[in-house]
């Protein structure tokens, strides 16, 4: 995710993300733990806007979200970056299927990104991130999910009403 410019990121160039479906969002417990869902509201409200914020995510501009249930495809995605007063909504993403992703030598590796305005990510069937590891996970957040120039993108193309 790149910071915003704006309140809070004016001069600090990180993010605190949370991952957000139409009515609920994910807080991140780190790349070996579930991200913990709640109901929009409460995960934008006060209490995790001065508390804990966007838990194993809080300040980081990549971060990994486990155990994540899209339901069924088409699913939808909006990547979120917390402020104080007014959280930047990134603009959502469409998803009609799972990164086309493998592992080799140990590290993870997707050819089909999902990207939007100011961010990238990769979803990644649980039972390959089972396999792959919380430590292949990070790696792959840490080294940057932008895609190569032989890897497709879908930019977003929907808009959430919330």
């Keep these: 995710m790149e910071p915003g410019n704006y309140g809070i990121r004016r001069n600090n160039k990180s993010a605190d993300p949370l991952l957000c479906r139409e009515w609920d969002c994910y807080v991140s417990g780190g790349a070996d733990t579930d991200a913990r869902a709640m109901h929009r509201r409460r995960a934008f409200g006060i209490g995790r806007t001065l508390g804990s914020r966007a838990g ?3 300040n980081s501009l990549g971060c990994v979200f486990r155990g994540i249930d899209l339901g069924s495809y088409p699913a939808v995605l909006q990547p979120v970056d917390m402020h104080v007063l007014r959280h930047d909504k990134r603009e959502p993403t469409v998803l009609r299927e ?3 992703c493998r592992i080799v030598g140990g590290a993870l590796e997707c050819q089909h990104a999902f990207q939007g305005p100011g961010y990238v990510m990769w ?3 649980e039972t390959l991130a089972e396999r792959a590891g919380s430590g292949a996970l990070q790696a792959a957040v840490d080294r940057g999910l932008a895609p190569p120039p032989n890897m ?3 930019p977003a193309t929907y808009r959430m009403t919330r």
């Design 56 to 58: 194993a995510c809080s």
């Design 98 to 100: 799972t990164s086309a």
């Design 123 to 125: 979803v990644v069937p």
């Design 152 to 154: 497709a993108a879908t």
